[in-house]
């Protein structure tokens, strides 16, 4: 899974920027390649969980984020699978262009903004790309012991990423090519989750015909967890200024309604650690102090937020006159 972006910026407090080593570069499906990544010591790289992505930092000054879709118990190695992408913007086109074994690569992370939540039971749904989150996510619920099910479809079977390796699970794993057996049947696999939790990734057309279905069958909206290529569509109240204090640089600021947070801030030099600047990666999170802010990333559901107390200033604005905010 890949979010797009422009900027070369500056790192999250406690995340590494490391040089590594494409140690491996082979075609894992048509226009998928897989790129294994290794420190050119060879040593350990720093842990990461399932639904873990890396910023690459490209040649060119392009950042890109990539899904691991390796094993979080192999140290030594991350594993990518990227698709090039006709619609992109040449992220996905520089990566298969110019990065071969042997290549090195400068990347940030791992962040998660797409955890696995412990659970006896899951529904596993990846639509092309969108297998690669998934693929850790599977040994650690077999691992956990819980049961679960993937759906996995694509547009055919040549484009499919990874499925041999998913054939180790049996008939846990359904494929779904589209050009011989259709889309995958969403209100049937969705017609009773008995307390599982649903996580898809996938193409927008997947993502949003899973939340409405998942809707029009009455589940929890906590039982649903999805990870986007692109911004959701919000629809956002009329844009208004407001006034955001920073906490710990003492200081209050206007917003106006063409300008973000982050743009604020950065006019008076405060230090604002972002990566997409499209509410998608979880670079800009930052805690709320006061106020009520309105929610408009792609990554977390407003009950989220509100559960961490937490917004993305790159996208998000306020639904108060004031918010204080934990910079």
Not at 215 to 234: D, M, Y
Not at 255 to 262: F, H, N
Request: hydrophobic share 35%; with cysteine.
């Amino acid at each position: 899974m890949t979010i797009e972006n422009d900027r070369t910026l500056a790192a999250p407090t406690g995340e590494l920027t490391l040089t590594l080593v494409v140690d491996s570069c082979t075609a894992a499906a048509d226009d998928v390649v897989e790129l294994v990544l290794a420190a050119p010591d060879g040593d350990r790289l720093p842990s990461w969980d399932p639904g873990s992505h890396l910023d690459v930092l490209l040649e060119s000054g392009l950042v890109r984020q990539y899904s691991l879709s390796g094993s979080p118990a192999t140290p030594d190695c991350y594993r990518l699978g990227i698709l090039r992408d006709s619609n992109s913007r040449g992220g996905s086109a520089e990566v298969h262009d110019t990065l071969r074994k042997g290549s090195t690569v400068t990347i940030r992370g791992p962040r998660n903004n797409f955890p696995l939540v412990p659970a006896p039971r899951y529904v596993f749904i990846a639509g092309g790309i969108g297998i690669t989150p998934i693929l850790p996510m599977l040994e650690a619920a077999t691992i956990s012991g819980a049961e679960w099910a993937l759906h996995y479809g694509g547009r055919s079977s040549s484009s499919m990423a990874f499925v041999d390796e998913l054939s180790a699970y049996g008939d846990r794993v359904t494929i779904y090519p589209q050009d011989t057996d259709g889309p995958i049947p969403l209100d049937e696999i969705l017609g009773s989750l008995d307390g599982a939790l649903v996580y898809c990734c996938g193409p927008e057309g997947l993502l949003a015909a899973v939340e409405s279905v998942s809707e029009l069958k009455g589940h929890p909206r906590a039982s649903l967890h999805v990870e986007r290529f692109v911004p959701k569509e919000i629809e956002a109240g009329p844009a208004a200024g407001f006034e955001v204090e920073l906490a710990r640089s003492g200081c209050t600021l206007h917003v106006p309604e063409d300008k973000s947070i982050v743009e604020v801030a950065r006019e008076i030099d405060v230090l604002v650690f972002t990566s997409c600047e499209e509410g998608m990666c979880g670079s800009c999170e930052t805690r709320v102090l006061e106020g009520e802010p309105e929610h408009l990333d792609s990554y977390k559901s407003p009950e989220e937020h509100e559960a961490e107390g937490t917004m993305a200033i790159c996208v998000s604005r306020a639904m108060s006159a004031k918010l204080v905010l934990d910079l």
